[in-house]
């Protein structure tokens, strides 16, 4: 679905409401030819409270911690880029959407040294469904194994959510989508399993829970964070800091991606082997079910991982 589709037309730039179709920027902008941008990605859900914006603090937080191996200053503090989304959903009269807050080298002079160059900020909302389809979410999708090996974090910091690192994500993307899969699965330059072109994994064995440790070359994901809270809450063992070796994918019980767009998604065959009997595990339905529950906020426990609009 186009954005023309969509029923918003209004962005957030540079502390200004611009109309949508305003939001321009010079073609010999820095982030445009050098991938020098830092950005965001976060969901806002349909609640009996209105529209409630999920672990906003931490997104905003990664936001600036991203910005900093590239000395890049973002100058407008957290309050101001909440109140600035806040007022976009209100505006837009959305009841749930997806945030993408991005900061990037602007336009000067040419050249890989940003240096003269301004950082810009801009924030866009919009409505965005199940990021793998509706059906994903409960029956599973099916994966390949890129040929593509994600960056080591000695080559590009992989913790820090850059607009370049993504030309990696498209091409493990593209890859499995054009040979029929709906994801990708990115091993890391060892060749252990890192997570997905935008989403961490999680393995499940013997009724434990097993993720790759942030030194695999993965992102820092919160929704990877807040799936290792819950499952420990309902009394599961998180394995965390670990390695997860290729063969590890083909022997596991259940397999799930995360992401603030991709959610729980189950993961049911990688390169056409059946994982577990094939259908979304119990464990994963559970933790998934969870999820659901506490974004949606059908419960009061974890209120503090929400702002209100
Ligand atoms: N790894 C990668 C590479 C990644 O891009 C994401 C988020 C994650 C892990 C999960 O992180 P978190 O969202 O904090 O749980 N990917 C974002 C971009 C997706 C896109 O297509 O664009 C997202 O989910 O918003």
């Known amino acids: 679905m186009g954005f023309d589709e969509m029923d918003v037309d209004t962005i957030w730039m540079d502390g200004e409401f611009v109309d949508w179709d305003e939001a321009q920027i010079h073609v010999l ?58 007022e976009l959903i209100r505006r837009q009269e959305l009841p749930s959407c997806y945030i993408r ?15 003269n160059c301004p950082t810009k ?9 199940a990021y793998l389809g509706e059906e994903a979410i409960e029956r599973g ?29 498209m091409l493990a993307g593209e890859e499995a989508r054009r040979n029929g899969y709906a994801e990708a699965i990115v091993l890391n330059k060892e060749g252990n399993v890192a997570e997905g ?12 829970i097993y993720t790759p440790g942030l030194s695999e070359s993965i992102l820092d994901g919160i929704t990877r964070d807040t799936v290792i809270t819950l499952a420990e809450d309902l009394g599961y063992t998180v394995h965390d800091n670990v390695s997860i070796s290729r063969g590890e994918l083909n022997t596991a019980d259940e397999l799930f991606f995360t992401g603030s767009a ?14 577990g009997d094939g259908s979304r595990g119990p464990i994963t339905e559970e933790v998934q079910s969870r999820f659901f529950e506490v974004v949606e906020r059908e419960t009061d426990e974890y209120d503090e991982w929400f702002t209100y609009v």
Not at 69 to 84: G, Q
Not at 145 to 167: E, F, M
Not at 266 to 274: A, H, L, T, W
Request: net charge negative.
């Open 197 to 208: 072109p935008g989403e961490n994994i999680f393995l499940v064995r013997d009724g434990e």
């Open 262 to 275: 991709a959610e729980v998604t189950p993961i049911r065959k990688v390169d056409n082997v059946v994982v």
């Open 101 to 115: 807050p991005i900061a990037f080298y602007g336009y000067d002079s040419l050249g890989v040294s940003p240096r």
């Open 121 to 129: 900020t801009a924030i866009a909302v919009w409505p965005w469904g």
């Open 29 to 86: 902008t820095h982030g445009l030819h050098y991938g020098s941008g830092v950005f965001e990605g976060a969901r806002c859900y349909d609640t009996a409270q209105g529209p409630a914006i999920f672990r906003w603090e931490e997104h905003l937080e990664r936001l600036y911690q991203s910005a900093k191996p590239y000395e890049m200053e973002i100058d407008h503090t957290v309050e101001e880029l909440t109140e600035a989304t806040i």
């Open 141 to 169: 999708i099916d994966v390949m194994i890129s040929s593509w090996r994600k960056h080591a974090s000695s080559q590009i910091p992989t913790n820090a959510k850059t607009t370049g690192l993504y030309v990696n994500s």
